[in-house]
């Protein structure tokens, strides 16, 4: 389509006249925004000056918000600008307090009521910003609606105490925060407040505290006071008190457990009490009490320990362990316990085993000490000990073909070395009247080591390499004959005699004394009255004295070593020495 000069014309026209329209309806608009603004403002000059500081600010406000037009005197229009501000911010105020006022949150009522009294502290200045405050303040009702709040608060507050001592509930507590939180002013000023909460709180929390110590365990009410304490600590509230009644109730409590030598009662006290340390004072009468409760039982356990009383001290630092680290001194006593008496070493690693003919002892085999018996069930020996670096060692030997029944243990004096002599075992024999083990324990290779083991009808220990051995089974059999110990076992060395060379004096045809005895050891058919022989165990002096005879018993010489004889008297067997007469 061909479009004509002339309507491209008419198109321009109508385009100029709708812009010059709404160019005519903006001017308008703006005349008309300008009056109104001058008018809202003058209206607010005149509620000023009649000194109606809400109305003037609130249409201030509105002729503020027209921006078409700047209009007015600068240094009024800052003073409303300043109390438009305050209305804001106060408004705000109020927003917040009514959030919190309707959820009855405590602190967030206090909070806002306190940016209130800062805010009035603010406005205290002489002028129309002060007044304006003030003003605005009566209008809003906010300090209506914070006293209503406090007011209910704190009756309900009072009202929830009574019920709780009532009820003799004390799970809601609420209350007490409340009550601190609650302006000075609606008690009539701070040391009003002051004066009614302690009231308050001390025959509240006395009350409490009579009713739980008349109810609940020890450890209960020590944690509810302890608790409260925190609580009053933490809202500002000095409660000496409180801590004062505690202090009387845990002192008489404990000092009755004493008293009753309850140790288990006085621990579980200890323990709750210590607990609550943090809000305790650092010269608490209680914990020293404790404490030196605490210092006469350790005292007691180590007069246990002097009196040999062993199991009774370790007992005892083992209860106490729960107050103390008692693990030293429970280590100190097993270790005096176990020198006194090393046979704990068997029990406490075979506590169900019973063994018989146990020996102990210190300082052998590389031990500090050791203890060692046979387990008649088993067949064996069992064998334990502790060494030098403290470490324990258990080792165990078997003995099949031993008679348990009559076996006997026994550490010899002679063979073997002074700190690592063999262990003996004698009992009834199969082919002879006794058979003999000798056994050798090597605590560094953890093992015993079987030295010997030999039937015979005797057998003497001449030294620690020598030994005398009467009808021994296999070589030396029928002879009384010397073996030798080395580290193979038992060496047979030479025969001494024949048995029957040396049985009974009628049968040798032989004078029942020995022909080398001296004239003072003969009986009285040389004249002399008969005098005192000493028997020792074995061929020296160094055995031990078992006994006496007279020059005159009847005796039977059973063979000779190095000028000294094995008699038999009456059936026992021993060593006379005979020395050489003198030339």
């Not at 000075?184 to 009579?210: C, I, M, N």
């Not at 005879?549 to 094995?566: H, P």
Request: glycine share 4%; charged share 25%.
């Amino acid at each position: 389509m061909i479009i004509s000069s002339y309507q491209k014309s008419l198109w321009v026209r109508n385009a100029l006249l709708v812009l010059c329209s709404i160019a005519v309806v903006a001017v308008l608009v703006k005349v008309g925004l300008s009056y109104k603004k001058v008018n809202l403002y003058k209206q607010a000059q005149a509620y000023y000056s009649s000194h109606d500081l809400i109305k003037a600010e609130q249409l201030f406000a509105k002729a503020d918000e027209i921006t078409v037009l700047s209009y007015g005197d600068e240094q009024w229009n800052s003073l409303m600008h300043g109390l438009t501000a305050t209305r804001q911010e106060l408004e705000s105020i109020q927003l917040q307090a009514r959030s919190a006022i309707s959820e009855n949150q405590d602190a967030q009522v206090l909070e806002t009521y306190e940016l209130y009294q800062n805010m009035r502290k603010s406005n205290k200045q002489p002028g129309e910003q002060t007044v304006f405050f003030e003003q605005l303040s009566s209008h809003l009702g906010i300090e209506k609606e914070w006293a209503d709040y406090y007011h209910r608060a704190l009756q309900a507050a009072k009202d929830q105490s009574k019920a709780n001592l009532a009820q003799h509930s004390y799970e809601n507590e609420t209350f007490i925060r409340t009550l601190v939180t609650i302006p000075d002013e609606y008690f009539g000023g701070a040391k009003q407040k002051q004066s009614e909460l302690a009231d308050l709180f001390q025959e509240y929390e006395k009350t409490k505290l009579r009713t739980l110590t008349g109810s609940a365990p020890f450890d209960e009410v020590v944690a509810r006071t302890a608790k409260s304490l925190r609580m009053y600590r933490e809202i500002g509230v000095k409660a000496d008190w409180l801590l004062t009644g505690l202090e009387r109730f845990a002192q008489s409590e404990i000092n009755l457990s004493i008293r009753q030598k309850d140790l288990s009662a006085f621990i579980s006290q200890s323990i709750a009490y210590r607990k609550i340390e943090d809000v305790l004072p650092r010269d608490s009468a209680v914990l020293a009490a404790i404490t030196r409760h605490l210092e006469s039982r350790v005292n007691q356990a180590e007069q246990y320990i002097q009196s040999r009383q062993f199991s009774k001290a370790i007992e005892l630092y083992q209860e106490l362990n729960a107050l103390m680290d008692t693990g030293a001194l429970i280590a100190t006593a097993e270790e005096s316990w176990l020198a006194h008496d090393p046979t704990r070493l068997l029990h406490e690693k075979y506590p169900d085993k019973k063994f018989r003919s146990v020996l102990s002892g210190t300082a052998r085999w590389g031990a500090q000490v050791y203890a060692f018996g046979l387990e008649e069930s088993e067949q064996r020996l069992s064998f334990a000990a502790k060494k030098e670096d403290d470490s324990l060692t258990y080792l165990e030997v078997g003995l099949e073909n031993v008679d348990m029944k009559s076996a006997k243990v026994s550490i010899s004096d002679k063979l073997g070395e002074k700190d690592a002599p063999l262990i003996m075992i004698e009992a009834d024999g199969k082919e002879r009247p006794f058979s003999y083990i000798g056994l050798l324990p090597a605590l560094s290779e953890n093992v015993i080591h079987k030295r010997f083991s030999i039937e015979a009808d005797e057998f003497s220990i001449v030294d620690s390499t020598h030994i005398l051995i009467k009808n021994a089974v296999g070589k030396g059999e029928q002879e009384f004959a010397s073996f030798i110990l080395d580290e193979t076992g038992l060496v047979y060395d030479q025969k001494i005699a024949d048995i029957e060379e040396a049985t009974t004096p009628e049968e040798s045809g032989e004078n029942e004394y020995p022909p080398d005895l001296p004239p003072d050891s003969q009986t009285e058919q040389n004249g002399q009255k008969p005098h005192q022989i000493t028997v020792y165990a074995g061929p020296g002096e160094e055995y031990e004295k078992i006994g006496q005879i007279s020059s005159d018993s009847s005796i039977q010489v059973v063979t000779d070593l190095n000028g000294w004889y094995q008699i038999q008297v009456n059936g026992k067997e021993g060593w006379i020495h005979a020395p050489q007469p003198a030339p």
